[in-house]
């Protein structure tokens, strides 16, 4: 069975930066892409940013030139670091992660928990 797990959300204030971290334990034999997605009430949830297991990053508009994402192979866990938050950042933010339990096995994308991020003075 695989796990992911995130930490680090809370409340900021305008302006204020987070880092969030999301990790992956269990059975796992290699990880593929990892991501951040998030959630506000009443709305669907969206892509954040993804990176992949070379470091190739990817990100939403929205936080653009904002955000980080980053990884530590070593310890399956995947990291977001968003600067100049702003109140329309406020979400639940949930990790994914592309796993594999063996080399005979498919990727399967798990999911965390979530963790609520909210931006408000």
């Known amino acids: 069975q695989v796990q992911l797990v995130e930490s680090g959300g809370g409340l900021v204030q305008p302006g204020g930066s987070l880092r969030l971290s999301c990790a992956a334990s269990g059975s796992i034999f290699s990880i593929n892409s990892m991501g951040w997605y998030r959630q506000a009430p009443g709305q669907e949830r969206e892509l954040v940013a993804t990176?992949?297991?070379?470091?190739?990053?990817n990100y939403a508009d929205s936080v653009k030139g904002r955000a980080t994402i980053s990884r530590d192979n070593s310890k399956n866990t995947v990291f977001l670091q968003i600067n100049s938050l702003k109140p329309e950042d406020t979400a639940v933010y949930y990790c994914?992660?592309?796993?594999?339990?063996?080399?005979?096995?498919?990727?399967?994308?798990?999911w965390g928990q979530g963790t609520q991020v909210t931006v408000s003075s």
């Open positions: 994914n992660a592309d796993i594999r339990s063996s080399i005979w096995r498919n990727y399967i994308r798990y």
């Open positions: 990176i992949t297991s070379g470091g190739n990053a």
